[in-house]
T-cell receptor, first 114, second 110 residues
Framework: DSGVTQTPKHLITATGQRVTLRCSPRSGDLSVYWYQQSLDQGLQFLIQYYNGEERAKGNILERFSAQQFPDLHSELNLSSLELGDSALYFC?????????????FGPGTRLLVL | GQSLEQPSEVTAVEGAIVQINCTYQTSGFYGLSWYQQHDGGAPTFLSYNGLDGLEETGRFSSFLSRSDSYGYLLLQELQMKDSASYFCAVGSGNTGKLIFGQGTTLQVKP
């Protein structure tokens, strides 16, 4: 158990819908990351927040947005869902926001878009 | 941009040693990390190399040669529980952004 929690564990929804994934980082960690893992794309970095501010961005779709709240938990919002958005979404956290930081991954949210 | 190459599959027997290679192309280098992921589970950090040379952590070692844009993960005294996917990842800028390789599936046989 990494100490990172993600809810929900599973999510089934329909195309065109909007969902929110939630992540609580390890106690004391200031940085939160979101990754998407699909069979054909591997682990793709989406976005990083550090102490409430966006720190780095990957190839995150415009339909996706995220934020980190004052209590440091983070939410990833996925809208206008498409079949191709079906994937495992991981949140990770680290103490600092730099490249040497060990990232601790949560158990993931498995999203299925029908 | 960045790209990483690693073998898709490796098979070895229990007790053996296996090496998983990773070559990378990056615009700027910010370290090479290795993560382990069991089927359907969360990736787990194994090691980080920021400078050339060998880093050892128990049965696992990781090596980096920045001049060759190459690194490897060495797993010794393989156990059945080492069957998993192994990902190399490079840092992108001095942030926490990681670019992952496609992963190497290691199968350990009795």
């Amino acid at each position: 158990d990494s100490g990172v929690t993600q809810t929900p564990k599973h999510l089934i929804t329909a195309t065109g819908q909007r969902v929110t994934l939630r992540c609580s980082p390890r106690s004391g960690d200031l940085s939160v990351y979101w990754y998407q893992q699909s069979l054909d794309q591997g682990l793709q970095f989406l976005i990083q927040y550090y102490n409430g501010e966006e720190r780095a961005k990957g190839n995150i779709l415009e339909r996706f947005s995220a934020q980190q709240f004052p209590d440091l938990h983070s939410e990833l919002n996925l809208s206008s869902l498409e079949l191709g958005d079906s994937a495992l979404y991981f949140c990770a956290s680290s103490v600092g926001g730099g490249v040497r930081e060990t990232q601790y991954f949560g158990p993931g949210t498995r999203l299925l878009v029908l | 941009g960045q790209s990483l190459e690693q073998p898709s599959e490796v098979t070895a027997v229990e007790g053996a040693i296996v090496q998983i290679n990773c070559t990378y192309q990056t615009s700027g280098f910010y370290g090479l990390s290795w993560y382990q992921q069991h089927d359907g589970g969360a990736p787990t950090f194994l090691s980080y190399n920021g400078l050339d040379g060998l880093e050892e952590t128990g049965r696992f070692s990781s090596f980096l040669s920045r001049s060759d844009s190459y690194g490897y993960l060495l797993l010794q005294e393989l156990q059945m529980k080492d069957s998993a996917s192994y990902f190399c990842a490079v840092g992108s800028g001095n942030t926490g952004k990681l670019i992952f390789g496609q992963g190497t599936t290691l199968q350990v046989k009795p």
